[in-house]
Structures are given as structure tokens and as C-alpha cells.
């Protein structure tokens, strides 16, 4: 069975299995803001990074089973007065190990379930045009807002279509 914690804050073996599902996703291709190879440091200088602005604006989810971390994602909420009623959701990242088994798909329902209580009515999210993701989204009822061509490298340096989604969200 998947557990999905919400996390308030990151222990220290949180953070060493964080940094190792970063390196995993990146060195298999992912395009979550990384260039390969990516080296434990800097994966887990990222993550010590998100452990200290968790808070009321940046929410990090955890799924795990038998105590492996098997997959994560972020909300950021907007903080701007016009923009409260907005979250990004950041970093859906599953293992390689783990794809499949409808992790993600469990992943995203938690953080669209946690912005609405939270108040959010609209999200948004980015991901490479061509990954799987980018087919993922609309299956669970995400809107293509548009391409932008050679908007970021994947990890292998190469620029890539970025394709933005939203979601409005209605009362569960």
C-alpha cells in the first residue's frame, strides 16, 4: 500500500532519499530543473533549500511503501494579495523503479485536494512537451495553455518545448 505524508518539514533521512529520487529522475531524463549528471551535493543543497521554505506557501508530499521513498511533489502557493486564490504545482518526480503503479496520479490528487482546502481554486504547472507527464495531465483533467519552444534544457543540455497546463478547481 502507498503512503502519502504531507511534510512540514524534512528529517535528515527524508532529505538523503529526496537527493537520491532527484538523481534518479534527472539521470533518467526528467526535465525538472537540473542538468545531468547531477551530483549528490548539489541534489541535496536543492532539497535543504525546500526543507527551509516549507510553510504556509510551500506544501511537499511524500509517497512512500515500505519505507522507500518511491515519489514526490510540491505545491507553491501564491503569496501575492491578487494571486492567494493560485498555486504551481512543482517537482512531480516518481522513481524509475516505480512508474506505472499510478503513484503520480495519487500524488497530484493529495496536492489538488490540500489547494482547494487551502483555498486555491486555480493551479498551473509546466512540464516538457514531449515527456510523459505532458500526456499524464490532461487524463487527470488539466488544460493545455500553450507551448513555449526552447524554454529550458533537459538534462542533457538539449532545449525543449515547455507545455503549460492549468486546472480550475471545483468543490470536492
Not at 545531468?36 to 548539489?42: G, M, V, W
Request: glycine residues 10%.
Amino acid at each position: 500500500m502507498i503512503t502519502l505524508t504531507h511534510c512540514a518539514r524534512l528529517d535528515n533521512g527524508q532529505l538523503d532519499a529526496l537527493s537520491l529520487l532527484l538523481q534518479d529522475v534527472v539521470h533518467g531524463g526528467a526535465s525538472v530543473g537540473f542538468l545531468a549528471p547531477l551530483s549528490r551535493q548539489d541534489a541535496m543543497a536543492y532539497w535543504q533549500g525546500v526543507a527551509g521554505e516549507l510553510g504556509p506557501l510551500l506544501h511537499c508530499w511524500l509517497a512512500e511503501h515500505d519505507g522507500q521513498l518511491l515519489g514526490t511533489v510540491q505545491l507553491s502557493r501564491c503569496g501575492k494579495a491578487n494571486g492567494r486564490h493560485r498555486g504551481e504545482i512543482q517537482k512531480l518526480m516518481v522513481h524509475s523503479r516505480a512508474r506505472g503503479q499510478g503513484i503520480a496520479r495519487l500524488l497530484m490528487q493529495e496536492a489538488e485536494t490540500a489547494a482547494w482546502a487551502a483555498g486555491c481554486s486555480t493551479l498551473v504547472l509546466d512540464t516538457d512537451s514531449e515527456s510523459v507527464a505532458a500526456k499524464l495531465y490532461p487524463k487527470l483533467g488539466w488544460v493545455h495553455a500553450g507551448d513555449i519552444p526552447d524554454f529550458a534544457a533537459s538534462p542533457d543540455g538539449r532545449l525543449h518545448t515547455t507545455r503549460y497546463f492549468y486546472k480550475l478547481l471545483a468543490p470536492r
